[in-house]
């Protein structure tokens, strides 16, 4: 239908604008303090970016893209996350020359056709950080830090940190191999994509939301018994750095993440009021990523993102967005048709001074057009009376208390400027 919005689309109204302003700035703000500079990536890619960054085998790329032909006749796909983009990026603008890391951050729409769902539409919005160039624990732990500073600096309380080490390919290889022996027996009961995933990424299994195949998977071997020294190293390091820093979170052999790219350190932040949807934020680290991407060497990189419909719903839950003052300095109030051109004259001269001001464009009764300042919640009303305007006056209102005086047109701008300091 013409009239409504693609399904597992919204529109963000005017009076919604305000508190997504607010979840941009509190994200902005400490973005800055860490360090982090914001990138604008393409809303659409190369399909293959997507295929060869996110992985064949995961739900995203085999079922939830969005994925059309060109007049070009070349496979473009509306970025369904941004991490890939952003390495993208980073090869494309030769970052990796610089020695310094590069940190990224990044606000803007995703696309994924999947079931729409509270706080989860079709096109969704993230915020996320990209950290590339650096190898060491220090920035798992920094990242995670930032992630978590924002949503208590939001306010959000009962949040809960999961933390994992996935392993690199270097111990991988042998987690595989006890993956399959364990679920071999059951794999007849498996869900079909869980077939699928059995020969080409036995990790995802832990990842199904299935009930039959989590039940199935519970004591299934744990990556952690098949970590190298390296990888068993970081995770320890990543875990002393945040128990430093007073954070506290909790270990879960079964936290894998959705996409193939991740190594070593993997998170998710859960808020337990959201129910069965908890995950508000969740990353980790790729290293191997850039070379994926570009063939070029490999690069360290770490990264998350967060969703903003779903954080915006769990503060609007709590209750927990601020209240925002909608009101306008002034409403100019115009009797009489033949005295609209030198108001309207003296409400671009008041907006050039900066204050907030509005008017009736269709300049109807006296009686409307106060009705209409009330509604636009004026802290005052200017009313150019036929006589007052013959002496170079204007009538003031204080819509507070309803006093009025006579001030001259000349004056409006000092006279607005001293009442709302």
Known sequence: MLTSAPRGTKDIMPSEVNNWRYLEGVVRDICAKYGYKEIRTPVFEHTELFQRGIGDTTDVVEKEMYTFT?????????????????????????????????????????????????????EFHQFGIEALGVPGPNVDAEIILLAVQVLETLGLKDLKLKVNSVGCPNCRPGHRIKLQEFFKPNFDVLCADCKSRYDRNPLRLLDCKVPKCQEVGVGAPSLEECL??????????????????????????????????????????????????????????????????????????????????????????????????????????????????????????????????????????????????????????????????????????????????????????????????
Not at 77 to 85: F, G, H, I, K, V
Not at 89 to 116: C, N, Q, W
Not at 395 to 403: G, H, R, V
């Open 70 to 122: 060109d007049r070009g006749n070349r496979s473009i796909t509306l970025r369904p996350e941004n991490t890939a983009s952003a390495v993208r990026a980073y090869v494309e603008h030769k970052l990796s020359k610089d020695e310094a890391a590069t940190k990224f951050f990044y606000i803007g729409s995703m696309f994924r056709y999947d079931r729409p769902q509270a706080g989860r539409l079709r």
């Open 228 to 421: 190298c020294e390296d990888c068993k190293a970081h995770f320890e390091g990543v875990k002393e750095l945040l128990t430093a820093a007073g954070v506290d979170y909790v270990v879960d052999h079964n936290l894998v993440r959705g996409l193939d790219y991740y190594t070593k350190t993997a998170f998710e932040i859960q808020y337990s009021p959201l129910g069965a949807q908890s995950a508000v934020c969740g990353g980790g680290r790729y290293d191997g990523l850039v070379q994926e991407i570009s063939g070029d060497e490999a690069r360290p990189g770490i990264g998350f993102a967060m969703g903003m419909e779903r954080v915006l719903l769990a503060l609007e839950k709590q209750n927990l967005l601020p209240d925002f003052d909608e009101s306008i300095d002034a409403f100019v109030v115009v009797p009489k048709q033949d005295l609209f051109t030198q108001a309207f004259k003296t409400v671009m001269e008041l907006r050039r001074a900066g204050a907030k001001v509005e008017y009736d464009y269709e300049t109807k009764s006296m009686k409307s057009q106060m009705k209409k300042a009330n509604k636009a919640q004026a802290k005052f009303t200017i009313i150019f009376g036929e006589d007052e305007v013959s002496r170079g006056c204007v009538t003031l209102k204080d819509m507070s208390n309803s006093e009025q005086k006579e001030v001259a047109i000349v004056e409006l701008i000092q006279e607005l400027t001293v009442n709302n300091s």
